[in-house]
Nanobody, 121 residues
């Protein structure tokens, strides 16, 4: 069984910073892309940032220049440093990983349970 566990959410004032972390554990042969998604109340889940195993990154336009994604391939972790937070960043943030459980397995998409980020104005 593969588990993704997020940490680091919380309440912060506008302009502040938070760092989210996600650790993948269990039966893992290899991890391709990892990423962070978010879902605000009444809205669809959206991509925030993603990073490949080769450290290529992709960001939503709304977070470019404010958020930074990074990963540690040896530890199967991915982090999201969020600076200059805005009230519109308020959402549940989910960790995602595309990985193979075994050499012969196909790629599967796995999700964490989410961590709440609340930015007050």
């Amino acid at each position: 069984q593969v588990q993704l566990v997020e940490s680091g959410g919380g309440l912060v004032q506008a302009g502040g910073s938070l760092r989210l972390s996600c650790a993948a554990s269990g039966s893992i042969f290899s991890i391709n892309a990892m990423g962070w998604y978010r879902q605000a109340p009444g809205k669809q889940r959206e991509l925030v940032a993603a990073i490949t195993s080769g450290s290529e990154t992709n960001y939503a336009d709304s977070v470019k220049g404010r958020f930074t994604i990074s990963r540690d391939n040896a530890k199967n972790t991915v982090n999201l440093q969020m600076n200059s937070l805005k009230p519109e960043d308020t959402a549940v943030y989910y960790c995602n990983a595309n990985l193979r459980e075994r050499l012969w397995s196909g790629l599967g998409s796995y999700w964490g349970k989410g961590t709440l980020v609340t930015v007050s104005s």
